[in-house]
C-alpha cells in the first residue's frame, strides 16, 4: 500500500504551499498504515528538510499507529481528526433509521460558533446514545477534542471546508487508481510505485487553488482569551495599562491528572509551545504552591461568601487575584506582594530611628502584651523642613 506525507497546514498526505495549492510530497511501500511504514514517511520527510520543530497542524483519520508516530516525530504537532471519518465510523453502529438524524445533529456540532458549544452538543448527543447504542456513543467520545481542533483555532468557515476532512486525500487517492485501472500485470514493487507515483502527480495537476487563505482568522473563543489573558497576568502584568507579555513566556504547565483538564485545555498551551508535566498519581505534594493556593482560595474567599452564580464566580475571583497579586502581603517575600515590591527605606542623613522599649514591669500604664513603638527624630542641627 503506498502512502503519502504529512505537511505544514493541511493533512496527513498532502501539503499545503505558500502557492496555497495541495502538493503531493511524499510515498512510501507498505502493506498497511503500520508504525513502520508511517516511521518511514515521516522521517523521510524530515530528512529532506521539513521542520519538524515549529507548531504544525496535521490532520489525519483515526489510523492509532499514525497518529502515534507524529506525535514522536514533530515537536510541537496539533493534531486534527478527520469529521468524515467520525460520521462514518458512528453510523456505521446505528440502525438505518436514526443514521440520518444523527448525522444531521453531529454535522449542527461541527459548524457551531466555538469549539465548547460544539463539545457540549457532542457529549449531549453521546449521553442520549448511552443506553441504546452504547457503542455509537464510545465512537463519538472517541478523541472528540481532535474533531473540533480546527474548530477550536478559529479557522475560517471557507478555509475550514477543506482542513475539517481529508477529502483532498481521497480525492488522490481515487484519481491514483482510476490512473492505473489498465494495468492487470504487475511485474514488481517498483513498478507499483512508479505507477502510483505517476497517479499522484497526475491528481497533483488537478488540485485547485484553495478557498478561504485570505481570509482573516476568526477571533478565538471566549473562554480561550480568558485563559490567554490569566497566562498574560500571570506573566507579569503589573496593571491594565501595562505591556502584557505573550503566552509563549510560559514554559512549564505543571497539573494533576484531574479529568477536568480536557486535551482542549492542554492544546491551549501546546500552541503557545508550552510543556506539560503531569504530577504523579494522588501526590498532591509534587504540586505543594497550587495546592497551597487553592487552600488560600478557600479560606479567605469562598468559605466567607454565598456565590449567586457563575459571572458571580468569575467576577470575585479576578477582583481576588488582582488582591493577591497586587496587594495581599506573603511571608516568603518578606510582607510584599508578588507583583509589587516593598518600598525602600527612609535613607536621609538628617532623620534618626530610636527604637523605645517600654518598661513592661514597672509602668502601670503598660499592658503585658503591648506591642513597642518607634520614634524618630531630627539630630540638632538639621534644617527644618516644616
Not at 2 to 10: D, F, G
Not at 23 to 36: F, I, K, Q, R, W
Not at 373 to 379: D, G, H, L
Request: proline share 7%.
Amino acid at each position: 500500500m503506498a502512502s503519502t506525507s504529512v505537511s505544514t497546514s493541511a493533512s496527513s498526505h498532502s501539503g499545503l504551499a505558500s502557492t496555497v495549492t495541495l502538493h503531493p510530497l511524499a510515498l512510501v511501500e507498505g502493506d498497511t498504515e503500520n508504525s513502520t511504514v508511517v516511521t518511514d514517511l515521516l522521517t523521510g520527510l524530515r530528512n529532506r528538510g521539513l521542520d519538524t520543530t515549529c507548531p504544525i497542524l496535521v490532520v489525519i483519520d483515526g489510523a492509532k499507529a499514525l497518529r502515534t508516530r507524529v506525535s514522536r516525530v514533530f515537536d510541537h504537532p496539533v493534531i486534527a481528526r478527520c469529521q468524515t471519518h467520525k460520521l462514518r465510523n458512528v453510523a456505521d453502529r446505528l440502525p438505518e433509521h436514526l443514521v440520518v438524524t444523527v448525522t444531521k445533529r453531529m454535522r449542527q456540532a461541527y459548524h457551531a460558533q466555538t469549539a465548547l458549544t460544539a463539545r457540549a452538543q457532542l457529549e449531549a448527543l453521546a449521553r442520549e446514545l448511552d443506553r441504546t447504542h452504547p457503542g455509537a456513543a464510545a465512537s463519538l467520545r472517541e478523541k472528540l477534542a481532535e474533531t473540533l481542533t480546527v474548530l477550536r483555532l478559529g479557522v475560517p468557515p471557507t478555509l475550514a471546508r477543506t482542513l475539517r476532512s481529508t477529502n483532498s486525500i481521497e480525492s488522490m487517492i481515487s484519481i491514483s487508481r482510476t490512473h492505473a485501472r489498465n494495468v492487470k500485470h504487475w511485474q514488481s514493487g517498483n513498478m507499483a510505485l512508479r505507477w502510483c507515483a505517476a497517479g499522484m502527480a497526475e491528481a497533483g495537476k488537478q488540485f485547485r487553488r484553495v478557498n478561504g487563505h485570505l481570509h482573516p482568522p476568526c477571533p478565538p473563543p471566549r473562554h480561550h482569551r480568558k485563559l490567554h489573558r490569566g497566562l498574560d497576568y500571570a506573566a507579569g502584568a503589573e496593571s491594565a495599562d501595562a505591556p502584557r507579555r505573550p503566552c509563549s513566556s510560559v514554559r512549564i504547565l505543571d497539573q494533576d491528572r484531574d479529568s477536568k483538564f480536557t486535551d482542549t485545555f492542554d492544546a491551549v498551551f501546546a500552541s503557545e509551545d508550552s510543556r506539560i508535566l503531569r504530577t504523579p498519581v494522588r501526590t498532591p505534594r509534587a504540586n505543594a504552591i497550587a495546592e497551597r493556593w487553592i487552600g488560600t482560595l478557600r479560606r479567605e474567599l469562598l468559605d466567607r461568601m454565598l456565590i449567586v452564580n457563575r459571572r458571580h464566580l468569575e467576577t470575585v475571583l479576578a477582583k481576588y487575584v488582582a488582591h493577591f497579586n497586587a496587594h495581599r502581603p506573603h511571608r516568603a517575600s518578606h510582607q510584599a506582594a508578588p507583583l509589587k515590591p516593598l518600598p525602600q527605606g527612609a535613607s536621609s542623613p538628617h532623620l534618626r530611628l530610636r527604637r523605645r522599649d517600654p518598661d513592661r514591669w514597672t509602668d502601670p500604664r503598660i499592658r503585658p502584651g503591648c506591642m513597642t513603638w518607634m520614634t524618630c527624630s531630627a539630630p540638632t542641627g538639621a534644617p527644618n523642613r516644616s
